[in-house]
């Protein structure tokens, strides 16, 4: 089982600012097989990027994904309001296809 | 419009059954891997099977073997997940996904709760 490890467990930041978000494997995700969703309260969560680096249908520039093999990358440049939500990765390479814990980001 | 709705979900007694749907229209279902995933009060987001487009193949989380099983009627554009054996850790809100480029769609969930 790949297990996944997001850092930091929470991001503090302003509108405006920019945001980095860690994930990490505990082996080699098969094909780049990482995803990225968003979620809010009391909603579903919404993907975000697929294939460690491409945006999902309809999410805006501002998200991108980068990485490969055990480390990836989320970078949000420029949050807006609607920005601020948790935020998983999650590979789907190889079953049982593991989600991290998760990555907070809250207003500062 | 590309749409997924849960239904099935209550309050169960542990060592409890219930069956989950997933009504999905917009899209061509019988071309899709479908997939459960759980996410228990408070926590992160958990995988919990998947199935193929034609149904021959289904992979599980090593902890509902042998309790769960997923399943799919194409020609009712629908998806199941059958809960046997409930535990209390089983409490959590239920999403059926679209599988494709990762779980790209995604319905709005339906909570099972399992207590005495």
């Known amino acids: 089982e790949i297990v996944l490890t997001q850092s930091p467990g929470t991001l503090s930041l302003s509108p405006g600012e920019r945001a980095t978000l860690s994930c990490r494997a505990s082996?080699?995700?098969?094909?780049?097989?990482l995803a990225w969703y968003q979620q809010k309260p009391g909603q579903a969560p919404r993907l975000l990027i697929f294939?460690?680096?491409i945006r999902a249908t309809g999410i805006p520039d501002r998200f991108s994904g980068s990485g490969s093999g055990t480390d990836f990358t989320l970078t949000i440049s420029g949050l807006e309001p609607e920005d601020f939500a948790v935020y998983y990765c999650?590979?789907?390479?190889?079953?049982?296809?593991?989600f991290g814990p998760g990555t907070k980001v809250d207003i500062k | 419009e590309e749409q997924l709705v849960e239904s099935g979900g209550g309050l169960v007694q542990p060592g409890g059954s219930l069956r989950l749907s997933c009504a999905v229209s917009?899209?061509?279902?019988?071309?899709?891997?479908m997939t459960w995933v759980r996410q228990a009060p408070g926590k992160g987001l958990e995988w919990v099977a998947s199935?193929?487009?034609?149904?021959?193949?289904?992979y599980y989380v090593e902890s509902v073997k042998g309790r769960f099983t997923i399943s799919r009627d194409n020609a009712k554009n629908s998806l199941y997940l059958q809960v046997n054996s409930l535990r209390a850790e089983d409490t959590a809100v239920y999403y059926c996904?679209?599988?494709?480029?990762?779980?790209?769609?995604w319905g709005q969930g339906t909570m099972v709760t399992v207590s005495s």
């Open positions: 294939g460690a680096s």
């Open positions: 199935i193929k487009p034609d149904g021959s193949e289904q």
């Open positions: 999650q590979q789907y390479g190889s079953a049982p296809f593991t």
């Open positions: 917009g899209f061509t279902f019988s071309n899709y891997w």
């Open positions: 082996q080699s995700v098969s094909n780049n097989y």
């Open positions: 996904a679209r599988t494709w480029s990762a779980f790209d769609i």
